[in-house]
T-cell receptor, first 112, second 114 residues
Framework: DAKTTQPTSMDCAEGRAANLPCNHS???????VYWYRQIHSQGPQYIIH???NNETNEMASLIITEDRKSSTLILPHATLRDTAVYYC?????????????FGTGTRLQVTL | KAGVTQTPRYLIKTRGQQVTLSCSPI?????VSWYQQTPGQGLQFLFE???????NKGNFPGRFSGRQFSNSRSEMNVSTLELGDSALYLC?????????????FGPGTRLLVL
């Protein structure tokens, strides 16, 4: 699986959009971008994933650049409950490559 | 639909003992993966079971083992516990038909080895 690079930490004011970047310059054509978050000492929570098109669900939007070398997770209206560590992971979908390789993630602090 | 459940949630053991942790996947999911999370090493993959067979394995010593039952429930066992085994142990389930489907995590079991 390709390696990802994320900022160590970010701050965001409550109610504003949180934009979390991720670089994955060595991503392969069959690798998806996944985002998970982990709120303190809980299990990681799946947020969203995508291949090359932008994706949106009830939690967030995922914007992937045309060359697929980077992506941005957008939380449109951050709340205090969005304070967590956010992990960007690239992995092959399909086959038997089931393991997730977590990096150090971005610690997002949402403040009043 | 109920999520992934793990028991027990907290556990205290002493060095040299062994421990068994349990994971019940989301209904219909046949793949269960186990991860260890420590402050120093972060989240690391232990192994994955699908249809009662170990399909993938991480880089952990043989003291860490697992199994899966016919109802897809899984257990992991750590023998001869060491202080460094203190960690949050997480399991994740997925449909498992192809290994790359979205994995959903349980709340974890926090193990403290004294």
């Amino acid at each position: 699986d390709a390696k990802t690079t994320q900022p160590t930490s970010m701050d965001c004011a409550e109610g504003r959009a949180a934009n979390l970047p991720c670089n994955h310059s060595t991503i392969s054509g069959n690798e998806y971008v996944y985002w998970y978050r982990q709120i303190h000492s809980q299990g990681p929570q799946y947020i969203i994933h995508g291949l090359k098109n932008n994706e949106t669900n009830e939690m967030a939007s995922l914007i992937i650049t045309e060359d697929r070398k980077s992506s941005t997770l957008i939380l449109p209206h951050a709340t205090l409950r969005d304070t967590a560590v956010y992990y960007c992971i690239v992995r092959v979908e399909g086959g038997t490559a089931s393991k997730l390789t977590f990096g150090t993630g971005t610690r997002l602090q949402v403040t009043l | 639909k109920a999520g992934v459940t793990q028991t027990p949630r907290y556990l205290i053991k002493t060095r040299g003992q062994q421990v068994t942790l349990s994971c019940s996947p989301i209904s219909g999911h046949r793949s269960v993966s186990w991860y260890q999370q420590t402050p120093g090493q972060g989240l690391q993959f232990l192994f994955e079971y699908f249809s009662e067979t170990q399909r993938n394995k991480g880089n952990f010593p043989g003291r860490f083992s697992g199994r899966q039952f016919s109802n897809s429930r899984s257990e992991m066992n750590v023998s001869t516990l060491e202080l460094g085994d203190s960690a949050l142990y997480l399991c994740a389930s997925s449909f498992g038909q192809s290994g790359g489907e979205t994995q959903y995590f349980g709340p974890g079991t926090r193990l403290l080895v004294l």
